[in-house]
Structure formats: structure tokens, C-alpha cells
């Protein structure tokens, strides 16, 4: 039976790793900015490169471990709050919560329903489907990511997605650092700053990227 102080560390944990690979993800996915015919070579190849790796297999495991404990873990905290009737996550140190750090629940909500219609659109299509194959014998991932970011309704999904990940992002971040002890007046403005860039590129960076195919290609 964990303890309070038990599922925040690994809320915590959980999510700084998510955080992680967020990063690397965004990174990767910067080839899709790429001139059309660059972006669909170098894409498919990375793609590939990363699905035969051993130790990005091991690493998308974790990944996935922590999606479904970070998930979980946020259930049980947000309904033993409900009981208790406080907020999810709320600030006792701060006169009045900002409303994203009441609504954690509702934020994380609307960013699994996202992660199951991404993962089927493109990890499921890639993993179990019969995408098609490229000049070099890839799997075509691209052209997968083309064909849905065509889409405008996916793409309205994936940017107001993007927004509710950028605000959960912004109180996850923060929350993170406090359970962790590092939180210090003297450097509380300077991390909250970092902690709200950080989520403003990464989620305006992915935004981005639907809106660029969805006019460019």
C-alpha cells in the first residue's frame, strides 16, 4: 500500500521522465520542418533507426510504464482528494490557485484521450499495420504523419491538445521541483520561469508542426 509521500515521488519521477522524453521526442520530430523531400527521407530513417534499436526498445518500455503509473497514480490522488474534499494538487501555500492547478485531472484527461488517438494513428499503424514502404525500403512513417496532419480536425485536436499539455506541463513541472525539496524562495521565480518556458516551446513546438504540414504540404 503506498503512502501520500509515496504516489507524489512517483507522480513525481513519472512525470519528470515523460518530461525527458518529451524533449527528445520534439527534437526528433524538428525533421518534420525540413524541405518536403529532405523531411521524407530523413524522418523514415530515423524512424527506422529507432524501432531497431535495443536500447530505445527498452527505453519506449519505460515510457509506456510510465504513462499508465502516471495516469493511474493521478486517479487515485484526484479521488482520495475528492474524499477528503480538496482540490487536486491545489497550492496551500498560495492564497488563491492558478485554475490548471485545480484542474489537473481534467488536463491529464484530455492528454490520455489525446496519447490514444496518437498512438493509434501512428504507433499501432507502424508497429501492427501494414503502412506503406519507402524508396529505401522503410517503413513509411512520413507519409502516415502527411496523410493524417491533412486533417484539419486533427489538427484542431492536436493544438488544443498542445494547450492543455502546455498548462499541465506548467503545474507539473513546478510540482515536481517541490516534491523533490528543491524548492527555494530565493530561486522559486527563476525555476517557475524556466519551468513555464519549457512548456510554452515544447507544447507551442509541437503545435506547430500539424499546422506547418496542414498548409505546406
Same mark, same amino acid.
Given at each position: 500500500m503506498l503512502t501520500t509521500l509515496s504516489r507524489k515521488l512517483l507522480m513525481c519521477f513519472t512525470g519528470l521522465f515523460l518530461c525527458f522524453f518529451l524533449i527528445i521526442h520534439f527534437l526528433g520530430n524538428l525533421q518534420l520542418f525540413l524541405p518536403a523531400e529532405q523531411a521524407h527521407t530523413q524522418f523514415n530513417a530515423y524512424s527506422h533507426f529507432l524501432s531497431g534499436n535495443i536500447v530505445i526498445k527498452i527505453v519506449s518500455y519505460v515510457l509506456y510504464t510510465s504513462i499508465i503509473l502516471h495516469a493511474l497514480d493521478a486517479v487515485v490522488i484526484t479521488i482520495k482528494n475528492r474524499r477528503s474534499g480538496k482540490k487536486y494538487h491545489c497550492d496551500q501555500r498560495q492564497r488563491a490557485s492558478k485554475w490548471y492547478s485545480r484542474n489537473m485531472g481534467v488536463l491529464g484527461t484530455i492528454i490520455l484521450i489525446f496519447?490514444?488517438?496518437?498512438?493509434?494513428?501512428?504507433?499501432?499503424?507502424?508497429?501492427?499495420?501494414?503502412?506503406? +514502404?519507402? *524508396?529505401? $525500403?522503410?517503413?513509411?512513417?512520413? &507519409?502516415?504523419?502527411?496523410? @493524417?496532419?491533412?486533417?484539419?480536425?486533427?489538427?484542431?485536436?492536436?493544438?488544443?491538445?498542445?494547450?492543455?499539455?502546455?498548462?499541465?506541463?506548467?503545474?507539473?513541472?513546478?510540482?515536481?521541483?517541490?516534491?523533490?525539496?528543491?524548492?527555494?524562495?530565493?530561486?522559486?521565480?527563476?525555476?517557475?520561469?524556466?519551468?513555464?518556458?519549457?512548456?510554452? +516551446?515544447? *507544447?507551442? $513546438?509541437?503545435?506547430?508542426?500539424? &499546422?506547418?504540414?496542414?498548409? @505546406?504540404?
Amino acid at each position: 500500500m503506498l503512502t501520500t509521500l509515496s504516489r507524489k515521488l512517483l507522480m513525481c519521477f513519472t512525470g519528470l521522465f515523460l518530461c525527458f522524453f518529451l524533449i527528445i521526442h520534439f527534437l526528433g520530430n524538428l525533421q518534420l520542418f525540413l524541405p518536403a523531400e529532405q523531411a521524407h527521407t530523413q524522418f523514415n530513417a530515423y524512424s527506422h533507426f529507432l524501432s531497431g534499436n535495443i536500447v530505445i526498445k527498452i527505453v519506449s518500455y519505460v515510457l509506456y510504464t510510465s504513462i499508465i503509473l502516471h495516469a493511474l497514480d493521478a486517479v487515485v490522488i484526484t479521488i482520495k482528494n475528492r474524499r477528503s474534499g480538496k482540490k487536486y494538487h491545489c497550492d496551500q501555500r498560495q492564497r488563491a490557485s492558478k485554475w490548471y492547478s485545480r484542474n489537473m485531472g481534467v488536463l491529464g484527461t484530455i492528454i490520455l484521450i489525446f496519447l490514444v488517438i496518437h498512438f493509434q494513428n501512428f504507433w499501432y499503424i507502424y508497429k501492427f499495420g501494414t503502412p506503406p +514502404i519507402d *524508396s529505401n $525500403g522503410n517503413k513509411d512513417l512520413y &507519409i502516415l504523419v502527411v496523410t @493524417t496532419f491533412r486533417e484539419w480536425w486533427y489538427v484542431v485536436i492536436y493544438v488544443l491538445s498542445m494547450v492543455a499539455l502546455c498548462y499541465h506541463l506548467i503545474h507539473g513541472v513546478h510540482s515536481a521541483i517541490r516534491t523533490l525539496g528543491l524548492f527555494h524562495p530565493k530561486y522559486v521565480k527563476w525555476i517557475r520561469n524556466c519551468g513555464i518556458a519549457y512548456s510554452v +516551446i515544447i *507544447s507551442v $513546438g509541437f503545435a506547430m508542426m500539424p &499546422i506547418y504540414i496542414y498548409f @505546406t504540404q
